[in-house]
């Protein structure tokens, strides 16, 4: 009988997720011989069997690949027979060519948590079970290839038992890295004032104990260490914040079950199936229920299910079934994740510690998420997606894009193949700015580059911290990109339009324009071929005061206020302006530390502040997130006037209304149809006048659901072609894919 052989190349996420037992496994069943083995580029095949065999062997392997595996690639060569006597897996090969993608943090899985909950099983309750569909992988890793000499489990050594376990081909923990038992493995502690509870089920009760008496507890999980407290028990609730300093943003909650998320919060089924994923990321939904003090100003929660055995065990023990679990941190620090750091810097937070064994080797925050149009779309990147990668770019040249100042990530391609990393933070933190350049550290070294051989991007504003960095750094070529147009590019990437002319509508905050201004209302012409140009704008203000402004919606509002004519006196009912608003106009009118800008954002808060919400926000877009829950409330209302982009008429009919007494939700709608309106009519004046028909919605700004859902029908009726992201935010976390973009495909941007 004549046998053939085949040389086989699976590039993608394909290790550390149980790829070489499956390959092993289909050999015996069709009596292929050879090996496999994790190499350099991904999992590498050398199979031999009779025709009939081999397709059968090959077909088997794409159909039904591991549930965590993403196959990017699947190479198939023709080769020599050696007559190899068997199927062998062969140890793991360090190579030169580190295009290999990991695999971020996986949820643990059905049949680790029948084991878990099984008294005769011998994991029964041990913290840290997983296998080799499941665990976590990114959080763990210290070099490639990925195996267990080189995470941070490397220090236990298996017992006889797992290590029979992690040898067998045909066990479901065959080359398991983070593999472990009661007897060899790490495991969990809890401390509490100066006891220590070394057991982990007496641990456990106690901690469920502690949190259903309205304690906060420091609990350390995959990529840092959480606070949780009673999400019902609004006086925990209300002490976490003031020990946290983070007076009024969205905490996340977890809850047990998907009918427990489903009772606090609207899902569908596109929700449902984002909960319930491997990534597992808080879920942003409708709320339909009050937990005082967890989101206030917002009409939505943050919601997601346990994703490690502890948080399984913990609910077992007793623990609130909607808990609060928030990134263990001071206001704007990076998540804690080393346990002394934690110790120190949550002393004054936790009244307790849970404290793990197993280090972690980098700080990763939770995914988070949404659902928009029933598709996902990324909030901010994390533990369950970072660092996978999000597209394929058409080029070869190595790129390292930096991102932006705030809700900073970084992107790096590789061979083509775009990793973004999860969410640093804001670089104006020092913590932070640190966390980013271990994370450039961290990802350079894992892919093998030295910044010698990269391309790196950077944005277009010459004090952002990350600009400073990229001029410190040797590097091939630096590219500035401008942020609104990486924030188009993002989309463009996303959707491998490589060479595509369209429309692009930029609305967010700030962000650096090419003619020293602050942009954030831009409506550009172009795509990643030419680069951008831009076609129209909001019309400028002159807004006082640099980051407060940002800060402060009455003092936007005195910048485009200053701009109106006849203004009724604002510090009187039923504005109640604070002084802030008279300085802040003076110094308008004197142009005195003013900044131009034509921020959709900044106008947002302008109108925030007219309909009543004058006060300092506590982070970033809690004006905006007010306006839009507000505008909720209320039947559709005919739009205000916006023409040409003009301001003026639309806040002077706010103003108007206002002393009129029409209903803030009314007027708060009307402001939203009347900016939808003028967005769509100039996108598509502009794809007539140029003959287009695709439009690109990006920025911050379009986090509004009622704003995009209206650009998007308008536009859409008119046959329009609509794209937005999705693996990216549409906030400054999508902008480092947006200029890797650009850096790669867009040769006018190279100096
Ligand atoms: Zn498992
Ligand atoms: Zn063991
Ligand atoms: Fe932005």
Redesign the pocket.
Known sequence: MTRVARRVLIRGVVQGVGFRPLVFRAAAKFDIRGWVCNGAAGVEIHAEGRQADLEAFLQRLRERPPPAARIAEFVVKSTLCRDYPNFQILASQAGADPSVRISPDLAVCEHCLQELRDPGNRRFGYPYINCTNCGPRYSIIRGLPYDRARTTLADWT??????QEYSDPLDRRYHAQP???????PTYELLVGAQRIGDVAAALKRTAELLNAGAIVAIKGIGGYHLACDARNASAVNSLRTRKFRKEKPFAVMVRTLDEARRIAALTPAHMALLGGVGRPIVLAPRQFDLPGVAPDSDHFGVMLPYTPLHELLFDAGAPTASVLTSANRSNEPIAYRDDDARQRLAGIADAFLIGQRPIARRVDDAVATVRLGKPLAVRRGRGDAPGAVCQLPTEQSILALGSDLKNSLALVVRGQVFVSQQIGDLDDAEAETAFKETVDDLLAMYELRPERLVIAHDLHPQFRSTRFALSLPCTARVAVQHHEAHLASVLAEHGLFEQTVVGVAFDGTGYGRDGAIWGGEFFVGGLPSGFQRAAWLRPVLIPGGDAAARFPVQAAAGYLADCTDLPDLHAAPFDFPPRFAAALSMVRREVRCFRTTSMGRLFDAVAALLGFTREVSFEGQAAIWLESQARKSAPQQPYPLENLDHRPLLQAVIRDRLNGRPIAEIAAAVHAGIGRATAATAQKLCTQRRLKQVVLSGGVFQNEILFADVHRQLTERGLQVLSNSVVPVNDGGISLGQAAMAGCTPSALP
Do not use: H, K, V, W
């Open positions: 298996l017992c006889a038992q797992c290590r593999i472990g038992c009661f007897d060899c493995g």
